[in-house]
């Protein structure tokens, strides 16, 4: 696992950006798994820029969202299908059908959680997961106490979750009490993980995810497991770590260099 903290929260966005790019370019059918929340903001944002002034090409790219809440339609404007558009997919030139967010409206929930599971299958995988973390260390909907062998399934929110949502809605009748949400294991088999983290009141869960012992209680822990995570931090989401960590991320061309270097002094 990979820890690069950068100074701020653009600098961490433009990094997450980066890295995504790269994938895209590399590959422009890629499958690009994708989060919500205000973390990734910043990230959306320099995507989009590099569309616009640097034509990167989304037309091919395959999206998956890790969650959704059971119970609001796509249009309404708490849903993560509102959010993901309004904030990515209708600034780039990704086809709607490439899109894929959990049906939080479906009649079958249980179906819809397995077809998820296929879909994500039948596109090849996961390139790239995107991530956040909840300040109690959770991933998605994967709350402390989440199997961390899960997989895409309807999740009851935590009592403090619903609480915090109340004030997007006129009625506490409304706000979302479900989520649909892909599982710790689903996460777990992207080809990479990116997590991201910013500000102060993450620096607890970041310290326990990147120092601490893997365990249930912070799902986010799972990802020491993974064999290409990278998790990218600011300054803030960084205090509470105890070692040192780089400001970027590992580059093979650094140790090539140095190989050359050592070959030149035996000639
Ligand atoms: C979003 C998601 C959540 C968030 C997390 C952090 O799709 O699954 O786990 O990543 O709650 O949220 P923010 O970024 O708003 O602090």
Redesign the pocket.
């Known amino acids: 696992m990979e820890v690069v903290v950068k100074e701020d929260y653009q600098g961490m966005s433009r990094l997450a950006a980066k890295i995504i790019a790269d994938v895209v370019r590399e590959k422009p059918r890629a499958v690009l798994g994708l989060?919500?929340?205000?973390?990734?903001l910043g990230t959306y944002k320099e995507l989009i820029l590099m569309h616009k002034e640097e034509g990167l090409d989304f037309s091919q790219v395959v999206t998956f969202?890790?969650?959704e809440y059971i119970g609001l339609p796509p249009e309404h404007d708490q849903s993560?299908h509102y959010f993901m558009n309004e904030n990515f997919f209708k600034h780039i030139n990704i086809p709607p059908g490439n899109v894929h967010i959990p049906n939080g409206m479906a009649e079958d929930l249980v179906g819809a959680c397995e077809q998820y599971e296929r879909d994500i299958k039948e596109a090849g995988g996961i390139d790239i997961q995107l991530?956040?973390?909840?300040a109690n260390g959770?991933?998605?909907?994967n709350e402390p106490g989440s199997s961390l062998g899960s997989r895409t399934r309807v999740k009851a929110l935590d009592e403090k979750t619903i609480e915090d949502n109340a004030r997007f809605f006129e009625h506490m009748d409304d706000v979302p009490k479900f989520a649909l949400?892909m599982g710790i294991g689903t996460i777990m088999d992207s080809r990479r993980i990116v997590l991201l983290a910013n500000k102060a009141n993450?620096a607890h869960a970041i310290s326990i995810t990147v120092e601490g012992p893997v365990t249930a209680l912070v799902p986010a822990t799972i990802v020491q497991l993974h064999p290409r995570a990278t998790i990218i931090v600011d300054r803030e989401a960084a205090v509470e770590l105890e070692r040192p960590y780089r400001d970027t991320p590992h580059d093979l061309s650094e140790a090539v260099a140095y190989i050359q270097r050592q070959k030149g002094k035996d000639s």
């Open positions: 989060a919500t929340g205000s973390t990734p969202n890790l969650d993560y991530l956040g973390i909840g959770h991933i998605a909907f949400t993450k």
